[in-house]
């Protein structure tokens, strides 16, 4: 494995709170949303079998809510799973909807829910200070998740990983 692309890590705003992480001060809860309707972008996709993906949406969307929070917060300790599947005559044979809680810091609190199956588009993560709330939010005005700068920087960071190991071009 040459890289793990985490692309959501390269959304601006995260990349803005990952360089300066005490910008709103201490953080001491979050409360992530990594909410889609997947067939609205693929149907009968390979994402949806597990013998292929190897999961569903905690593999592919939780991967990347994970990375940003930990990013920003430090290490995640995992507490408690909720995790449920979408009828059995449905396309899909993976996990569909999650609802994890952790820690991290001091005992501080965190939920991230996920779902492959939702009524709505969100895509935030809210963080919670001593003082005030504050949240990222991954959708554009049209509540759509713009990936492009997203997806250059993860391939920008590839090949800087492929040039410092003196791959080949071909």
Not at 72 to 79: A, E, F, M, R, V
Request: net charge neutral; hydrophobic share 35%; with cysteine.
């Amino acid at each position: 494995v040459l890289m793990v692309a985490s692309h959501s890590r390269y959304n601006p705003k995260i990349q803005e709170l990952i360089a300066n992480p005490d910008k709103y001060g201490k953080i001491i809860k979050a409360h992530a949303y990594f909410l889609e309707e997947v067939s609205n972008y693929t149907q009968n996709s390979w994402i949806y079998t597990k013998k292929k993906s190897g999961g569903g949406c905690i593999i592919n969307s939780g991967i990347n809510a994970f990375d940003c929070l930990q990013n920003i917060l430090g290490p995640l300790t995992i507490n408690k799973v909720h995790v449920g599947y979408q009828g059995k005559n449905s396309i899909f044979d993976v996990e569909t909807t999650a609802e994890i809680l952790f820690s991290f810091g001091n005992n501080y609190e965190g939920i991230l829910n996920i779902s492959w199956i939702a009524e709505k588009e969100r895509r935030e993560i809210i963080f919670q200070t001593i003082k005030d709330t504050f949240n990222i939010n991954f959708l554009n005005e049209n509540n759509l998740t713009d990936m492009r700068q997203e997806y250059q920087e993860v391939l920008q960071k590839f090949l800087s990983t492929l040039h410092s190991r003196n791959y080949q071009e071909n």
